[in-house]
């Protein structure tokens, strides 16, 4: 059985509307299983995002699809402080390399900036060695025929986006429609790969990849720079 956690962060619930979509596609592929973990301030203390628990449960996922909302054009700094709690030890012992990784993000605006924050989400799963999957629907709502039910209405492939009014509770029908359907994607793709030819990956520690990097100066000494 392949796992998958979707990571989220909302304020006042509009992105965990994407986050349950999203689960509700990982969960329609049989031999995937999906389990949502929220990201909550109580987890931070003096800017530092600190819950063990949760992380080694992250570890154990054959994919992470990590989610929050769009505050002032960026992620928000809850989420933003649990990526980077990330970085010690997990980015310094490639914990996460090869683990599969997609993103989501809502805002009230149409644009509201938000592709920032998918930028920041996707920037962050490669630094973390791990594979990114995008969506696959061609965009909607961009014709005089189309529709806020669309899929793909914001026409974004990087990640999934949502935009929800700011008087309503909810991103558009096709915006969550959008979201379980990357969910879905995601786990098909992660099945693929965790049911594919087996095969062991190098991980490496900074200071066993410098190690390398000296030996490969001294072999490479007077040949070329
Ligand atoms: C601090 C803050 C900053 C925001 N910045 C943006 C923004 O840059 N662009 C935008 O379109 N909406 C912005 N919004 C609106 C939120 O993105 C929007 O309400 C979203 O649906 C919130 O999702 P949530 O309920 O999951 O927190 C901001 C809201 C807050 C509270």
Known sequence: MAKLAVVFQSGKGHTKTLAD??????????????????????????GRFANEGL????DNCDGIVLGCATYMGSASAIF??????????????????????????NSASQNGDKLTT?????IFAMQMGMIWVGVSDLPGNN??????????????WVGAM?????????????????????????????RRIK?????????????????????RKDALAGLRD
Do not use: C, H
């Not at 014709?143 to 974004?156: F, H, P, Q």
């Not at 049911?195 to 030996?215: C, Q």
């Open 80 to 105: 933003k402080a649990f990526l980077e709690s990330a970085f010690q030890p997990r980015w310094f012992e490639q914990r996460w390399k090869d683990k599969i990784a997609a993103g989501f993000t």
């Open 162 to 190: 949502g935009q929800s009014n700011a008087d309503e509770d909810k991103p558009s029908i096709g915006d969550i429609d959008t979201a379980e359907r990357l969910g879905a994607r995601v786990a098909v793709i992660t």
């Open 55 to 58: 992380m080694s449960a992250l």
């Open 21 to 46: 979509s999203i689960l509700k596609g990982i969960n329609s592929v049989e031999g995937v299983s999906g389990s949502l973990f929220e990201i909550r301030g109580q987890d931070i203390q003096e």
């Open 195 to 215: 049911d594919g030819v087996a095969y062991e990956t190098e991980r490496l520690s900074e200071p066993g990849f410098r190690k390398n990097n000296i030996a």
């Open 143 to 156: 014709w005089s025929g189309g529709a806020r039910s669309d899929l793909n209405r914001l026409g974004s």
């Open 118 to 122: 998918l930028f920041q989400l996707s």
